[in-house]
Every structure is written in C-alpha cells, then in structure tokens.
C-alpha cells in the first residue's frame, strides 16, 4: 500500500487557522452536554443544531407557557375575593381597564391589597350590568382565615 | 329544601291586579270516610261515612295557587299545582321531600290525577322524581309493609348492597335535556 | 432580614384544609382537591415549586354518587396472571374500603408525574368524624362543598311537615277509601 | 509526572486569596520545581508536544499567520501552563508603575467628584500620621526638615463630628419617632470601617493616601474620607460637606432596612416601654390569628397584638413564641415609622429640598456634641 498523502501534500499544504478554533466555537455551547456530547466535535455539533431547533420553536412556545401560568395564578388569586377568572379578565376588558396578564400576576402576588381592590371594581361592575350572576355571598357552614384577620385599618 | 314559605310569589304575568287570597282560610269538610261501629247491646252495625278535617291529616290550609284566568270560567278547574309553580318559575326536585310526600299515599303509591289534580306532564314528572327519591333514600318511611305486617326500617344504612350509599340526581329538567331516566 | 425570612417561610407554608365529603360527588370533588394538593389555589404557584397544600377529607363513607354508578360503576384490576382479570361494582369497592374511592378520584384528577405520589400522600381520608387529634390541630381552613346534602324525610320534625302548606285541595265529596288498591288493603294517608 | 505537580499547585493556582508576598518557603519550592522542569526538557524526555515546542522554540514554524495561526494554539497552551506554575501577579500599590503623577492625581480626584478643594488642605488630608512619621526619620538621614503636624488627624477627628452629626441630623428629621438608641445604630452602621473603606476605595482614595503600610487597613482609609470631609468643609463650605455625606456616605442605607441595622434584644420589653411612654395603660394582648400545621415540622404561626381590643401588629412565625417576638417588632416598626409602608429615604434631587431644615437640626446637634 502506497501513502500518497504526504507527497501530495508537499505542495497542496493549506495555509490557515487551526482547526480547533472552529470547534471551539461549538464547545462554547455544548460544555454542559452530557458524555461524547460535550467532548467530541462530531456529536456535539448534531445535539447542537437539535438544541437550537428546539430554541426557535420554544420561543414562540414561551409566551404561551407564561400565559398559562399567570392565568392560574391569577385565578388562583380571584378565587380568594369569590370570583373567577373568566369573569374578572372579561369585566375589566369591559370597563377598558387595560392591564395584561404580567402586571395582574405581580399585583396578585406581590400587591395583594391592589388586587383586591381590582376583584371589588370587577364585581361591582358585575352586578350593575349583570354580566354574569355572581354567588356573592359566602355559603353558610364555610369559614374561613378571612374572618378572623383584623386588617389594620390605617 | 324548596323555600316557597319564604320567596314571595309574584303575581303571575297575565293576571290583573286585583289581589289573590294566599291561603284560603275556610277548611272545606270534603274528604270523607266510610266509618264501621258495632253497637253490641242493640246488636247493630252502623256505617257511614264521615267527615275528615284534612288539617289534622295532611297539614295546613291549602295554597290558593289559581291564577287569575280560572276565575272566570263557571265550573272549578282545578289548578295544576307542579304547573303553576312553574309559572312561578319554582321547579320542583326530587330533594323536595316534603312535597313529594303530599302526593304519595303511606306506602309511598303515588296518588291518581283525580286526586291530586295534576295535568298529564306533571303527573310524568311526578313519577320520576318519586323514583328519583326512593332510590335516593330520601322517603324510606313511606315504604309498604311487608306480608308479615311488619314495615321495613327507615334506616339507609340497613339498605340492600348498592342502595346502600349515598346517590344523587341532576336536577329533572337537565336530565330530560339528556335523556337520561332511572 | 428575619422579618423577610419569616414573611416567605409563612407564604410557602403548607396549608391543611379540612373538606367534609358528606353528599359530595368523589369526581368533581377529586378535581378541587387536586388543585389544592397542587397548590392551584395559590397565587405564589409554580409548576416546579413544591407550594401544594394538606387536605383532610372526613365523612368520606358518606360521599355520594350520580345516578346508578353505585351498581354499574366498576373498578378494574388484573393480577397480570391468566384470567386475573377482576371487576369490582363501586358499592364493595366502597364497603372494601371507604377511602379508596375519593383518593382514585384525585389520582385521577392529578397530572400522571413522578411527585404525584407525594402529593397524594398529603392528602388524608377519614371515613367519619374521628380524626386524630393532632390532625385536628394542623387544620386552619375549610374548602367550600359543591353539593348542599338534602335532608331525609325522617329528619323533618313533625310540626315541620304539618306547617308546610299543601299544594292541591282534595276532590269534592271524595271517599278515601276508594283509593283501597285490588288487594282490599286499607289505604291511611298519614 | 506532571500531574503530581500539577496537583501541588491546584489549591494555591485556582484559589481567589493567593497571598501577595510569597512565603520564603513557597518561593524556595517555585525555584526547584522550575529548575527540574528545564532539566527533564534538557533529557529530551518524550513529553508531550508543549515540552518539545519549548525546546525547538517556534523553529519550523512560520510565524506569520494572524491570531488564529496553526502555531499560535500549541503556544498559548504553554503559556497557560506557566502561569499555573508562576502562579498569580503579586499585589503592588498602584504608585509603583511609571505612569503615575501625584498632583496630577490629587486635581483629577477633586475634579472627579466635582468639589473645588483647596490644595494645601486636601493634601494634607491624604497625609496620614504613620506616614509623617517614617518620612521625618527618612528625610532626617539627608539632613531635611519635615514637619510632623501636616498630618490628617485633626481633619479626620472633625470630619468624623461632621459625619455623625449630620446622619444623626437626617435620621431625626426622617425618622422622628426613632429613639436615640436606633439612631445611634444606624450611624454606627454608616460610619463603621467597613463601610466607609468601601466608600473610599471606590472614589480612589485608597491609591492617593500616603501610608506607610500596604496594603492599606480600613481603619486609615476611614480616617482619611473623614479628613477628605473637614477639608471639604474648611476649603467651601459645610452644606457641600453635608450634601457629599447625603450623597456617599448614607447612600449605603440603600436597600437596607433600618430595623435589620438596629437590632432590638428584647423587643417586647422595649414596646411595652414605649406604649406606657406614650401614656395608655393597658398592655399588649397577643392572640393568636391563624396557625397552620401546628404539629407538623413545616409549621406556620400568625400572632396578632392587641391592645385592649385593638388591633396593633401582627407577626408571623414557625412557632408561636417566633410569631409573637416578631408581632411586637412590627408594633415596634409601626411605632416608629421604619414599617414596610413607609417611603424609603429621597436621595439626590429630591434630598436636596431639605437640605436647609435638615442643616438647621444639624446645627442643634453640633452644639449639643461638642
């Protein structure tokens, strides 16, 4: 068998960077893979591209997902004034108070007194266009921390 | 628990305003009974039949529910009760024990029309809630009694297998709406 | 800062709720207590956060089911042997045990996840009132019941079925023993 | 082979606290280790290609390409292996390097932080006394004269009055209700070596004293703002002096919440003080609002205080006895308007408003210290 490679390469010889610097660039990404994904170039560069495939579509996906978790949260928040999320979104839309699903999620966690203040402007707009038919009051045989709490009335 | 002590009937839409006796005051002696005394020293056996107070048997004066329309005409139609409840928009359900109870006889028969004077439909109605109640276990006390005269207990509990537990119904209206009956 | 320290230790605490099974439909029951063993019923929540909540149910034998599902609803399992196949109708599934119905529910209402399990264990099924007491004392909220119970007829006082008015008048002239059914037994309405 | 000594210098390569000056010890080593690493490659020991490329040098490679030539990986390599081995540069003050101009230095400080200082009184500002004293004994052995007086500490002790004074000035215009024990918590807190070294390193106080050790402890860098803040008030005036404390030194509250500054030992003792201070009778009742899983280890206590049947604070905690300790600090924040609710400290622009009615409490309390 005749090595070839040599003699051709005496003129042919590429002049240009290292090769390891294109990998390099590849590692930048991969350092926290798991096993010859993280270390071996061929591999890396496969879980690569699936890993920024799965960004682009993700990044659509992300609003969607925090979507989803204000309107728990802020649901989860109305329930604690009594009344649900479908009807306080849909009356605060009515009376044009326009504030989106963000702002309600930190008023809900973080200003729990705003927030209520909001579920009260959205019940009462409730009951005087009767929009939905709200069961207002508590059911009987039900109490709860709400009655004991005496708020500072400052 | 239907609440009709308490929510106010409202005058019924077409009626004119002249205003309606809630509760007739007057206890007519219609019902009677057929009465069998033995007289021994004339050796007699009178029977006749005599006049029951309804109050002391099945409660308190009847409501007048008649709406205004059946004043007019001559001969006494009388109302539909289920019927104008409804006009009242008060539908009746199966829970409603205390109601179901005036129609049904001690062993729970259900009464005829001529009785309760129930329109056909009603009478339907009547039927399913009753059956409704029984499964349910709401009226165990008006049960027939048994050949050996004694009556079966009131208990839920002592029930058979699946009656046993707890069961509950949608209300009538939703049930006819799916088409599901027991 | 010990008051931040404390102000987040008391919003992540765990809540125990106590829910009174008593006429609740084990399903739609299974649902809100899911939520509140997820922790839903917070505004704090978050699917990674472990922010759930303890439920106490109690009166569990005395929960009720729609319609006829008591006799048709049957409870499936097999031994993974031959003809290991059993069905068990819901009323001796329940006389089995009484507690088993209402935490299927749940389960079922829950995401099938790895911390499922754990979060099942949070919830507590009595078949009565009895509940240990240092249960009791964990407890501090109720969660509202979907069903009002309806009362019996044997629960009505007496004087309480006389008030009630009567709903039609009795025929003219009506002898009451016609309503004698063939069998020539005496009719008595009481 | 080499992985042992690489071993040797892990812990002291990658670790942040390298000691500036070398041991006598370490350095010994340094010098053995480096002398064996030029012995094996002199035994042309088959180590590696870095051990070669040290020993052929760069020979057979062009050196041209630019920072992505073929050679320049292999060599950076190297290069990287001998600072593990030399290990970190030592720490040297910043008047070592030739670009460095003191007066030159002392203008752009004024300028930076654009005061006009005069120039005598800033320098001596920046004199400290453990300097004075080593350059007398130095320029005495040439045969010069130089003065021990021109040292900062007259100007630290006055600018450590003005400091105080003036916090304690804002605090109390702020703060009313705060009693005196709390003020003077948070002025400790502000004037504290700690902070104000930090405060001094960051204007670039630190490279412009001149001390006589180095590197140079908190306590001098403190002495020396204070100096910075008399000749500030001597050279103008003493509202630009309060308006560089409003701006530098209290800035540091921001963020910090005044009753974690002013830690209170035993806060229902102190609240009950303060209500019969104020007059009512009664003392406070604590109830307990809602608790959750008490028996449990994840467990959740709400103690509310009362007094007679009002509603005072309310206090959480993992037990009860936590929840009522922290029920009457919150009485106490409310009493003294440090609470949540309360707006934090204006600074900048807003400050300036107040400037004069705060200067005028200032001077209530200059007289009152002195």
């Not at chain 2, 005829?112 to 056909?120: A, F, H, I, M, Y």
């Not at chain 4, 409310?334 to 005028?360: C, D, H, Q, V």
């Amino acid at each position: 068998m005749v090595h070839l490679t040599n003699t051709l390469n005496r003129f042919g010889y590429i002049h240009g960077p290292h090769r390891i610097y294109k990998r390099m660039q590849v590692f930048r990404f991969t350092w926290h893979y798991y096993g010859r994904h993280r270390r071996c170039y061929k591999l890396a560069v496969q879980r690569l591209h699936k890993a920024w495939l799965h960004a682009t579509r993700n990044r659509k996906m992300k609003g969607l997902l925090y979507k989803e978790i204000w309107q728990t949260r802020i649901d989860a928040a109305c329930k604690e004034h009594g009344i649900k999320y479908f009807e306080f979104t849909e009356s605060l839309t009515r009376q044009n108070i326009h504030l989106n699903h963000a702002v309600l999620n930190d008023l809900a966690i973080y200003e729990p007194r705003t927030f209520k203040s909001l579920c009260n402007v959205a019940k009462q707009h409730i009951v005087n266009t009767g929009l939905y038919n709200l069961t207002l009051e508590e059911p009987e045989g039900v109490f709860n921390r709400s009655m004991f709490t005496d708020e500072l009335k400052q | 628990m239907l609440k009709i002590a308490k929510n106010s009937l409202k005058l019924s839409a077409n009626s004119c305003l002249n205003p309606i006796r809630q509760i007739s005051l007057s206890s007519a002696l219609n019902l009677k009974r057929i009465e069998k005394t033995e007289d021994k020293t004339t050796n007699t056996i009178t029977i006749e039949g005599k006049y029951i107070d309804p109050k002391e048997t099945f409660g308190t004066g009847v409501l007048d529910l008649t709406g205004q329309c059946y004043q007019d005409t001559d001969e006494a139609v009388r109302p539909c009760a289920f019927c104008e409840l409804e006009k009242r928009d008060i539908k009746v359900q199966y829970t409603d024990v205390l109601v179901l109870r005036q129609f049904l006889t001690e062993n729970g028969q259900i009464l005829p029309r001529k009785v309760s004077g129930l329109c056909k439909k009603q009478q339907k109605k009547l039927i399913v809630l009753t059956k409704q109640a029984k499964h349910a276990g709401l009226i165990l006390n008006l049960q027939p009694t048994l050949l050996d005269g004694t009556k079966p207990s009131a208990d839920h509990s002592k029930r058979f297998k699946y009656l046993k537990w707890n069961t509950y119904f949608d209300d009538y209206e939703t049930m006819k709406r799916n088409k599901k009956f027991l | 800062m010990a008051f931040n320290r404390v102000k987040q230790w008391t919003t992540f605490a765990r809540v125990w709720y106590l829910f009174d099974a008593k006429w609740q439909d084990p399903i739609i029951s299974g649902r809100v207590l899911s939520k509140y063993l997820l922790g839903k019923n917070k505004p704090i929540y978050s699917v990674g956060s472990d922010c759930g909540d303890y439920v106490v149910v109690i009166n569990s034998k005395e929960i009720a089911l729609k319609d006829d599902l008591w006799r048709t609803y049957n409870y499936f399992h097999h031994t993974g042997y031959a003809k290991g196949a059993t069905y068990t109708p819901a009323w001796e599934y329940h006389e089995n045990d009484p507690t088993r119905i209402i935490k299927n529910c749940t389960k079922n209402a829950l995401p099938p996840k790895i911390y499922r399990n754990s979060l099942l264990s949070r919830l507590l099924v009595f078949p009565d009132d009895k509940v240990p007491k240092d249960v009791i004392k964990n407890i501090t909220d109720q969660i509202q019941p979907s069903m009002t119970p309806p009362k019996r007829l044997t629960e009505f006082s007496e004087d309480e079925i006389q008030n009630f008015p009567r709903l039609f008048e009795w025929p003219k002239e009506f002898i009451i023993d016609d309503l004698k059914g063939e069998n020539n037994q005496t009719v008595k309405i009481i | 082979m080499l992985q042992q000594w690489h071993e040797k210098f892990k812990i002291r390569s990658c670790s942040q606290n390298v000691p500036t000056q070398l041991p006598e010890s370490l350095k010994l080593e340094i010098q053995t280790i480096q002398s064996i690493y030029k012995e094996k490659v002199d035994e042309n020991f088959r180590m590696g290609f870095y051990e070669k490329f040290i020993k052929d040098g760069a020979k057979g490679f062009s050196l041209r390409g630019g920072p992505f030539a073929k050679w320049r990986y292999p060599a950076n390599k190297v290069i990287y292996r001998k600072r593990l081995v030399a290990g970190p540069e030592p720490e040297r003050p910043r008047s070592v390097w030739s670009n460095w101009n003191y007066d030159s230095e002392i203008y752009a400080f004024a300028k930076r932080l654009n005061e006009n200082f005069k120039e005598g009184l800033l320098r001596q500002a920046f004199i400290d006394p453990s300097y004075a004293v080593s350059e007398k004994s130095k320029l005495q052995d040439i045969g010069l004269e130089f003065d021990i007086s021109q040292n900062n500490a007259v100007l630290a002790k006055e600018g450590e009055n003005i400091c105080k004074n003036y916090i304690r000035a804002l605090l109390n215009f702020w703060y009313p209700k705060l009693p005196t024990q709390g003020v003077e918590a948070v002025v400790e807190f502000l004037t504290n070596s700690q902070s104000m070294a930090y405060i001094s390193k960051n204007i670039g106080i630190m490279d412009l004293v001149k001390t006589q050790e180095f590197p140079v402890q908190n306590e001098t860098l403190r002495s020396t703002l204070f100096a910075v803040i008399a000749a500030l008030s001597q050279s103008e005036s003493p509202i630009r002096a309060h308006l560089f404390i409003n701006d530098f030194v209290v800035t540091q509250l921001v963020g910090k919440d005044i009753n974690e500054i002013w830690r209170i030992e035993n806060p229902m003792g102190l609240l009950c003080d303060e209500l019969k201070k104020s007059g009512n009778k009664a003392l406070p009742k604590a109830r307990l609002i809602w608790s959750t899983g008490a028996n449990t280890p994840t467990s959740a206590f709400v103690v509310g205080l009362y007094l007679d049947e009002k509603f005072l604070s309310k206090g959480y905690g993992e037990t009860a006895e936590i929840a009522e300790e922290m029920a009457a600090r919150d009485a106490l924040r409310r009493l003294f308007g440090t609470a949540e609710e309360n707006a934090p400290l204006p600074y900048g622009e807003k400050a300036r408003k107040f400037s004069e009615m705060i200067n005028s409490i200032y001077e209530k309390f200059k007289n009152s210290n002195i």
